[in-house]
């Protein structure tokens, strides 16, 4: 997945903590953090997940977007979606987590191979233009995130709202 592209829709199979299913064209005028996480997974309970809800109290909601990704690629067995829900329960993750499509090639899910992820954690950053401008796999230091964060809210060029509309539609403005 290259930076600066736009960002392709996740394939979900289930979401939690919403009422109804998230995209990203939905987001756009948002900034998104997707963070690609696992139940068992030691970073992701240590810095990925506590991050994520650091980024959540710390930021508005109407500008930045806090989304899981719970990506199994591993232990499938005992990954299921009520263990996950016990896990968010557990944790008190209050943002949307949607659960990755599982692939039917392999043990890596389908967002997690579009995105081309390493492993988790892993934090994804998309503009509230919708495009991806960050892609971390391990640990990324707080100070740095909430800067890049700060950096895409004050992007006026990665802005919906500076686009050049005509006739035939509006175009991002570039």
């Not at 064209?25 to 996480?37: E, G, H, P, T």
Request: proline content about 7%.
């Amino acid at each position: 997945m290259l930076i600066n592209h736009p960002a392709p829709e996740l394939q979900v199979s289930a979401w939690l903590n919403t009422s109804q299913p998230l995209s990203l064209s939905a987001l756009r005028r948002k900034v998104v953090a997707l963070y690609a996480f696992q139940m068992l997974c030691p970073g992701c309970v240590s810095h990925g997940i506590p991050q994520a809800k650091l980024i959540r109290e710390s930021f508005s909601a109407d500008e930045v977007a806090v989304i899981g990704l719970h990506s199994v690629f591993e232990h499938h067995d005992v990954m299921t979606q009520r263990a996950l829900e016990v896990f968010m329960h557990e944790y008190r993750i209050n943002f949307p987590v949607a659960v990755d499509m599982p692939s039917s090639n392999g043990p890596v899910p389908l967002t997690m191979e579009q995105y081309q992820l390493r492993g988790t954690p892993s934090l994804l950053l998309i503009d509230r233009a919708g495009k991806l401008r960050f892609s971390h796999f391990g640990r990324a230091g707080d100070m740095q995130v909430g800067a890049l964060i700060g950096q895409l809210l004050a992007d006026p060029v990665a802005s919906p709202d500076n686009a050049a509309c005509s006739e035939e539609g509006c175009a991002i403005g570039r």
